[in-house]
């Protein structure tokens, strides 16, 4: 049986193809479906309604897009969207895409990404730490709110866990927290969130 090379797409064609549909993601040049489950985007959408809150009770010059793509490396063929994503409005600007696209290059138009886990979890947690802690982003939240992530990263027994990262020099300083506890967060320091809060009903 010959084996024929599954045809790898270019970020500019993944766009062209994919950059309406919210399900799909680019990763060195193939294509993931994100398969998107309903708790997933109950939490998600949770977590975007109290960072929201926390963006307007401060008064922050920061948005929450309702999609956006994410363009970690200009080297690669991958596009990312990141289940929350705070974006700084004035830095929008210096965006070579976001006039016609909502397109993200430049780390410093981001104050925050937050990946909600599913059963792909190592993305989350080994791919997307490296590739957004190189794109220069400050802060990424990974809600693993049924505690799917591996022995390494969420500890044993495993369990619901929320992970604040910190940029620290060019890589993240993880930080975990537990249902019942407050959350940590470098950019909301005075939020009031726990992992309780976001999880579905």
């Not at 897009?65 to 970690?72: A, E, F, N, T, Y």
């Not at 190592?122 to 709110?145: P, Q, S, T």
């Not at 027994?157 to 940029?167: G, L």
Request: charged share 25%; aromatic share 10%.
């Amino acid at each position: 049986m010959a084996y024929t090379p599954l045809r790898l797409l270019s970020f500019e064609e993944f766009i062209q193809q994919y950059g309406d549909q919210s399900r799909y993601e680019l990763a060195n040049g193939e294509i993931i479906d994100l398969e998107p489950t309903g708790p997933h985007e109950a939490v998600a959408g949770k977590v975007a309604s109290k960072v929201s809150l926390e963006i307007d009770r401060q008064n922050l010059p920061f948005l929450i897009p309702k999609s956006c793509i994410l363009r970690p490396s200009g080297d690669e063929a991958t596009a990312r969207r990141p289940d929350v994503i705070v974006l700084d409005e004035a830095a929008l600007m210096n965006e070579p895409y976001w006039q016609q696209e909502p397109v993200i290059v430049r780390g410093e138009s981001v104050k925050m990404v937050v990946e909600v886990v599913s059963t792909n979890w190592e993305n989350d947690y080994a791919r997307k730490v490296e590739e957004y802690a190189l794109m220069g982003i400050a802060e990424y939240w990974i809600i693993d709110f049924r505690g799917l992530g591996g022995i390494r990263f969420i500890g044993d027994p495993k369990q619901p866990t929320f992970t604040v990262n910190q940029r620290v020099g060019k890589l993240y300083e993880p930080q975990q927290f537990r249902l019942g506890e407050n959350i940590i967060s470098p950019l909301f320091p005075h939020i009031n969130l726990r992992l309780d809060d976001v999880l579905p009903r």
